[in-house]
């Protein structure tokens, strides 16, 4: 990203619009017929306005030591060290000219930095009103009547009436300073903003298109390979389970009670041998794309409802009471529907199988409790959380960090007796995951477990990332 | 950050970032009102005609701490949707961040997306929000009801930053809110320069000199009259 015009030095020449600035130090001077310079921080001249000093200044310079105190004066007041610390008093700095005439010097502050100096005179402090001492001790060198007569045409003025002035035109000064700055900012930070929301765009759309054909192209050599393996896998099976089925129903003849039993398990293994190739299938999938998520906003209420339908009939079988509870505070989400839905199947089924005969499961949906921590302090009120309960089996604690690893069983007894080969939690972690979300687990073994899935409720950056 | 030890001169940028409207303009006006009229700079605001913030507003403040001389540059960012680029220039060099959430229960998910969406444009300028100080400040608590109460107490739990409740328009708060900001941000600055060695300004009596850089409210302050 390009430096801002905020990060920059500024430098009054550029900040003041000249033309219009000489006019107000004009009239400035024309009002009280009082000399006035403006030098920047570098010491450019910015302004350099005189009144009827001309002459006497340039008495003074005929003389051989007239002109090396004069240019010691002309010096002191351009270079000397202004304080650049505000005080109340506004760090008005004096100098004497060894003629007699005075120097006020003002600092020109602005947001704490020095930008140059304004210095008002010479004029005639009027408590003095006489040539100095430095002058009269000059006498020979210059005609003292003379100066005195040329020294009398330049304004004569109480210190304090100037400062009063210099006061004020300093005032004037930071005010136009900071209307400069303010417009000068304004139109710059117009381009910059523009600048730069093309330049987010620009890369967005680079990212977005490198991204697609890097996609395009894995997914070109993986759904081949995951289509063929698929398919020599599906098809043998399929002809398995087809044909014990015509054989249970008689189609080849009628079989005795033991050979219907056998044939029975044939046909039992053989679909649950085609669920797991399903799960693996999925599996690989979301290893050989990532997860990919189709969006939408979908109602939470929908989600769970069509979920305990689908675990509905094992449930009636082992007597299970299934119960929901969904917080009117969230309601829809934007997430992939599908994958969420399935994400809660796999849990209920889980909690189905692991829980005995006449137990409860619930399923509560709410805010989150808890963000992951990527999500920062304000977290909990971006996510929502679905946890299912129930009272079954349960986990020991020590497994429990495993029980999301691919093919892993808390018991490989539990898996014999239940079913099942370890898939269901692990793709759940995978489509949680996709989202930015987290699942966890709680359990107590022989008392039951909860499992919390908690996702964002919009995708991170919807609405004000871009532009 | 910039510190001229040759000058002896620190400047600090901190930004006042959130959701629109949450109040960012309005802290930045409670305090031009509690700085000392000497040490302050002008409050510059860059608004549209509905006093929305357009690109943003910046108040310095200018004073001296021991012998070194110090400028705090006060920035807000532009909280509305489209002036994302413009929050992103705005960040640019941060040193600090005060994060003013709206306590309307209303806004719960605009303060959550505005905080990722800050993290962001840090990152885009090379910065973090894991290094950075910074505060979180619940500002219009009038607004706030058992919801934000709760949220706030357990963001104070997780303890990752100090958080602050206000109510700008009145002015509550909000010196409390920058003077914690100004405490953390010397913290850090001391501890990678080491400033306190350097200078012999430690860390609380570099926040009682900004404390002195501000005005005490008149007794019957504000929310004394009715
Ligand atoms: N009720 C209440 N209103 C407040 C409080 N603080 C600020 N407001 C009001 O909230 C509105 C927005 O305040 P601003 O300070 O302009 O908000 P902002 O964050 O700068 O907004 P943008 O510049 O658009 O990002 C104004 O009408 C304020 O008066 C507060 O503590 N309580
Ligand atoms: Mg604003």
């Known amino acids: ?467 | 950050m910039q510190f001229n030890t040759g000058q002896r001169e620190l400047t600090l940028k901190i930004v006042y970032y959130g959701p629109g409207l949450s109040g960012k303009t309005t802290n930045l006006r409670a305090l031009y009102q509690r700085v000392q009229p000497h040490l302050r700079g002008h409050l510059m605001t860059l608004d549209t005609a509905d006093d929305r913030t357009l690109f943003f507003d910046t108040l310095p403040l200018v004073f001296r701490a021991g012998n070194l001389k110090v400028k705090l540059k006060l920035f807000t960012v532009p909280g509305q949707v489209m002036h994302n680029s413009t929050r992103r220039i705005v960040l640019q060099g941060a040193d600090a961040i005060a994060f003013i959430a709206d306590s309307q229960p209303s806004k719960r998910q605009e303060n959550y997306k505005y905080w990722l969406n800050m993290v962001e444009n840090l990152k885009a300028n090379g910065l973090s929000i894991e290094t950075l100080p910074n505060v979180v400040q619940w500002n219009k608590k009038d607004l706030g009801d058992a919801t934000t109460v709760d949220a706030i107490a357990k963001m104070r739990l997780e303890g990752k930053q100090p958080v602050y409740e206000a109510m700008a328009v009145r002015g509550e708060g909000v010196v409390e809110t920058f003077l914690g900001l100004v405490d953390l941000t010397f913290g850090q600055i001391d501890k990678h320069y080491l400033l306190s060695d350097k200078l012999g300004l430690d860390r609380r009596q570099f926040v009682e000199e900004v404390r002195r850089c501000l005005v005490d409210l008149p007794t019957d302050d504000v929310a004394g009259t009715n």
């Open chain 1, 1 to 467: 990203m390009a430096e801002s015009i905020l990060q920059k030095q500024l430098v009054l020449g550029e900040l003041l619009d000249l033309p219009s600035f000489t006019n107000v130090c004009k009239t400035f001077v024309d009002l009280y017929k009082i000399g006035l310079k403006v030098f920047d921080q570098q010491g450019t001249k910015v302004v350099d306005m005189k009144v009827a000093s001309g002459d006497f200044c340039a008495y003074m310079f005929e003389g051989p030591n007239g002109r090396r105190l004069c240019t010691e004066t002309v010096t002191h007041i351009k270079v000397r060290p202004l304080d650049n610390l505000p005080r109340e008093d506004g760090n008005i700095a004096v100098r004497n000219c060894f003629s007699g005439l005075r120097y006020l010097m003002i600092p020109i502050l602005y947001e704490g930095d020095l930008l140059g100096r304004i210095i008002f005179g010479p004029f005639l402090p009027d408590e003095i009103g006489d040539l100095g001492d430095d002058l009269k001790a000059l006498e020979g060198e210059f005609d003292l009547r003379k100066a005195k007569e040329l020294i009398d045409r330049i304004r004569r003025a109480p210190e304090t009436t100037v400062r009063r002035i210099m006061e004020h035109f300093a005032r004037i000064v930071d005010v136009l300073v900071f209307t400069s700055h303010r417009a000068m900012i304004s139109s710059q930070l117009h381009i910059e903003s523009v600048t730069e929301s093309y330049r987010e765009v620009h890369e967005k759309n680079k990212k977005l298109t490198d991204a697609m054909e890097r996609l395009q192209e894995l997914s070109r050599l993986k759904s081949n390979f995951l289509a063929t393996v698929s398919h020599e896998l599906r098809t043998p099976l399929t002809s398995v389970i087809g044909y014990s089925e015509m054989l249970l129903a008689g189609l080849a003849g009628d079989l005795n009670d033991e050979q219907k039993d056998y044939l029975k398990t044939i046909l039992e293994k053989g679909e649950s041998l085609l669920r797991l190739i399903s799960s693996i299938l999925d599996l690989s999938r979301i290893e050989a794309r990532g997860v990919q998520l189709v969006r939408k906003l979908v109602s939470l209420d929908d989600v769970v409802q069509s979920a305990l339908e689908s675990v509905l009939p094992q449930s009636l079988k082992k007597n299970l009471t299934l119960t929901s509870n969904l917080s009117p505070a969230v309601q829809t989400v934007t997430v992939d529907g599908d994958k969420l839905r399935q994400c809660v199947v796999n849990l209920l089924s889980n909690s189905v199988k692991f829980t005995p005969a006449g137990g409860v499961i619930r399923v509560d949906v709410g805010p989150a409790d808890h963000a992951p921590e990527a999500a920062g302090p304000f977290g909990s009120s971006g996510y929502f959380q679905i946890a299912v309960t129930d009272n079954g089996i349960g986990i020991a604690e020590d497994l429990q960090p495993k029980v999301f690893e691919t093919f892993f069983q808390a018991d490989s007894s539990a898996s014999r007796e239940y079913g099942g080969a370890g898939l269901g939690l692990s793709i759940v972690k995978s489509y949680v995951e996709a989202h930015g979300g987290e699942v966890t687990v709680k359990s107590e073994a022989g008392k039951g477990s909860t499992f919390t899935l908690v996702l964002p409720i919009e995708p991170a950056g919807t609405g004000i990332a871009l532009v």
